[in-house]
């Protein structure tokens, strides 16, 4: 055994790419690759797998052979990760030969794992290609989307930049309506997996943009016949409207986030449509997010005709929608005139006023000051994700996915409390340590009093704007004497 591990890592050393490719790969089935890599000689092959990915003269399969040797040896030893990825910063100066070059799906996710890792100047055109030109590697596509997803902003600058290669994209088949259909089930099954994991910024409407990627994909082709094929397309695009109101519950209280639906509804007779989206488990899930937006904008005496239209095609027809709005009309907290909207369809205003000005004030106070507390988590949940989770997750990794799903939930919490905050029209002024001019009308001083011309905020200015465009400050902020 011991003779057989000497000439694998021999091989490793001193053999062709494709030599190295093999050596590697053997020596994990064998489970000794980690003796191995404390050969002298080991560094030797590294450096020539490092040496070929940089070198744009060799063949364009031994460049990718090798990248995906380099991130296969990354993932398996850990103490050579952050050495290899460093060093492939240097060795993926120039752009990679497509990956479809390399027949084995795995081998592409190394490559999309190293653009993830080293994030190259030229990897977003590589990777969104990546994505929708893969043909059934699933965990390739994933890998090239994280990688998408990481170079890219947020998630809507992910979209456009996918739907710019798919509205391109017109597979050579005998029903490529069907094959596009199929297509991008797949692309949406891997974002969902990839937005998991890649908690990134949602960006400016990501609803909007799904639905102009959904549209891009079916442009130039004729619509698919198989109804199968476009419920399992439904679901995958349904999954990742879930994930995007997942990613930051504030978007379940705007219509556009639901656009794409009506885009794959309008790929489907009325018929087939109505029957089908009361079975999706996925187009459920889009439903019930619908209705938890419904409630919480209740609650606040806020209708929205658009987001009732969006629950309209979620769940199948009117009837069904109309349903599920009667019963958040019997929710505790919803307002008379709102009762009215959903369970009848009519925006009266009750004949008492549910609300005295006093009250309305009262409650717009308290909001200001959860939108304070809110601004306050999300500051600390950002340096307890950085700081303090890395540190309980390497001490009880159960323990740090509790805490993870903790701080997500508080997240969305916060969302929410954003959410209504906006439709009262509420913003903080101000960030604490800041230093401004002491206004009587605008601070509460926190000790000293005399002499005060300029103060430092505690706690910021939270004010209303009302429609004629004046601002009034609902809580004042605390602020302290500059000396």
Same mark, same amino acid.
């Given at each position: 055994?011991?003779?057989?591990?000497?000439?694998?890592?021999?091989?490793?050393?001193?053999?062709?790419?494709?030599?190295?490719?093999?050596?590697?790969?053997?020596?994990?089935?064998?489970?000794?690759?980690?003796?191995?890599?404390?050969?002298?000689?080991?560094?030797?092959?590294?450096?020539?797998?490092?040496?070929?990915?940089?070198?744009?003269?060799?063949?364009?399969?031994?460049?990718?052979?090798?990248?995906?040797?380099?991130?296969?040896?990354?993932? *398996? =030893?850990?103490?050579?990760?952050?050495?290899?990825? &460093?060093? !492939? %910063? +240097? $060795?993926? /100066?120039?752009?990679?030969? #497509? @990956?479809?070059?390399?027949?084995?799906?795995?081998?592409?996710?190394?490559?999309?794992?190293?653009?993830?890792?080293?994030?190259?100047?030229?990897?977003?055109?590589?990777?969104?290609?990546?994505?929708?030109?893969?043909?059934?590697?699933?965990?390739?596509?994933?890998?090239?989307?994280?990688?998408?997803?990481?170079?890219?902003?947020?998630?809507?600058?992910?979209?456009?930049?996918?739907?710019?290669?798919?509205?391109?994209?017109?597979?050579?088949?005998?029903?490529?309506?069907? *094959? =596009?259909?199929?297509?991008?089930?797949?692309?949406? &099954?891997? !974002? %969902? +997996? $990839?937005? /998991?994991?890649?908690?990134? #910024? @949602?960006?400016?409407?990501?609803?909007?943009?799904?639905?102009?990627?959904?549209?891009?994909?079916?442009?130039?082709?004729?619509?698919?016949?198989?109804?199968?094929?476009?419920?399992?397309?439904?679901?995958?695009?349904?999954?990742?409207?879930?994930?995007?109101?997942?990613?930051?519950?504030?978007?379940?209280?705007?219509?556009?986030?639901?656009?794409?639906?009506?885009?794959?509804?309008?790929?489907?007779?009325?018929?087939?449509?109505?029957?089908?989206?009361?079975?999706?488990?996925?187009?459920?899930?889009?439903?019930?997010?619908?209705?938890?937006?419904?409630?919480?904008?209740?609650?606040?005496?806020?209708?929205?005709?658009?987001?009732?239209?969006?629950?309209?095609?979620?769940?199948?027809?009117?009837?069904?929608?109309?349903?599920?709005?009667?019963?958040?009309?019997?929710?505790?907290?919803?307002?008379?005139?709102?009762?009215?909207?959903?369970?009848?369809?009519?925006?009266?205003?009750?004949?008492?006023?549910?609300?005295?000005?006093?009250?309305?004030?009262?409650?717009?106070?308290?909001?200001?000051?959860?939108?304070?507390?809110?601004?306050?988590?999300?500051?600390?949940?950002?340096?307890?994700?950085?700081?303090?989770?890395?540190?309980?997750?390497?001490?009880?990794?159960?323990?740090?996915?509790?805490?993870?799903?903790?701080?997500?939930?508080?997240?969305?919490?916060?969302?929410?409390?954003?959410?209504?905050?906006?439709?009262?029209?509420?913003?903080?002024?101000?960030?604490?340590?800041?230093?401004?001019?002491?206004?009587?009308?605008?601070?509460?001083?926190?000790?000293?009093?005399?002499?005060?011309?300029?103060?430092?905020?505690?706690?910021?200015?939270?004010?209303?704007?009302?429609?004629?465009?004046?601002?009034?400050?609902?809580?004042?902020?605390?602020?302290?004497?500059?000396?």
């Amino acid at each position: 055994m011991k003779n057989k591990q000497e000439t694998l890592t021999t091989l490793f050393s001193l053999g062709t790419v494709q030599e190295k490719y093999d050596a590697l790969r053997k020596l994990i089935a064998a489970r000794k690759h980690h003796a191995a890599s404390k050969d002298k000689g080991f560094q030797i092959g590294i450096d020539g797998l490092l040496e070929t990915v940089g070198d744009t003269s060799a063949q364009d399969k031994d460049r990718l052979l090798a990248v995906a040797t380099l991130g296969r040896l990354a993932s *398996s =030893i850990k103490r050579l990760r952050a050495t290899i990825y &460093d060093s !492939l %910063q +240097v $060795a993926l /100066a120039k752009e990679l030969p #497509e @990956p479809f070059l390399l027949e084995e799906p795995d081998d592409r996710s190394y490559v999309g794992y190293a653009c993830e890792q080293v994030q190259p100047k030229w990897g977003v055109d590589y990777c969104a290609n990546a994505i929708v030109y893969e043909e059934t590697g699933e965990q390739s596509r994933v890998a090239f989307l994280k990688a998408l997803l990481m170079m890219k902003p947020d998630l809507s600058a992910v979209l456009m930049e996918l739907a710019g290669v798919i509205r391109s994209f017109i597979p050579e088949t005998e029903d490529p309506g069907t *094959s =596009i259909a199929k297509r991008l089930k797949r692309l949406m &099954d891997g !974002l %969902q +997996v $990839a937005m /998991a994991e890649i908690r990134g #910024e @949602p960006g400016d409407e990501p609803g909007k943009q799904l639905a102009s990627l959904c549209w891009a994909a079916f442009k130039d082709v004729p619509v698919s016949k198989k109804v199968d094929t476009l419920i399992d397309t439904t679901a995958g695009v349904a999954g990742v409207i879930h994930e995007v109101v997942r990613l930051r519950f504030s978007l379940a209280t705007e219509a556009t986030t639901y656009s794409a639906l009506k885009v794959v509804k309008s790929l489907q007779p009325t018929n087939v449509w109505a029957k089908n989206a009361p079975q999706s488990k996925a187009l459920l899930q889009v439903v019930q997010d619908i209705s938890e937006a419904m409630l919480i904008l209740a609650k606040q005496g806020i209708t929205d005709d658009s987001l009732a239209g969006q629950l309209v095609i979620a769940c199948g027809d009117k009837k069904t929608a109309r349903q599920r709005m009667k019963k958040l009309a019997q929710m505790p907290g919803v307002a008379n005139n709102v009762k009215n909207w959903l369970a009848e369809g009519k925006n009266e205003a009750p004949l008492d006023v549910a609300i005295g000005e006093s009250q309305q004030l009262n409650d717009d106070c308290q909001l200001a000051e959860l939108l304070i507390d809110a601004q306050r988590f999300q500051a600390l949940e950002s340096v307890g994700k950085q700081q303090i989770l890395p540190e309980i997750e390497m001490l009880d990794p159960r323990l740090g996915e509790s805490v993870q799903r903790l701080m997500q939930n508080g997240v969305t919490i916060c969302d929410a409390i954003a959410v209504m905050a906006k439709r009262k029209n509420l913003r903080v002024r101000g960030t604490s340590g800041d230093i401004e001019e002491y206004a009587p009308m605008e601070h509460e001083i926190i000790g000293e009093r005399n002499g005060v011309r300029q103060v430092c905020i505690v706690r910021p200015v939270v004010e209303q704007v009302r429609d004629s465009g004046v601002s009034f400050v609902i809580i004042k902020g605390l602020v302290k004497k500059v000396e």
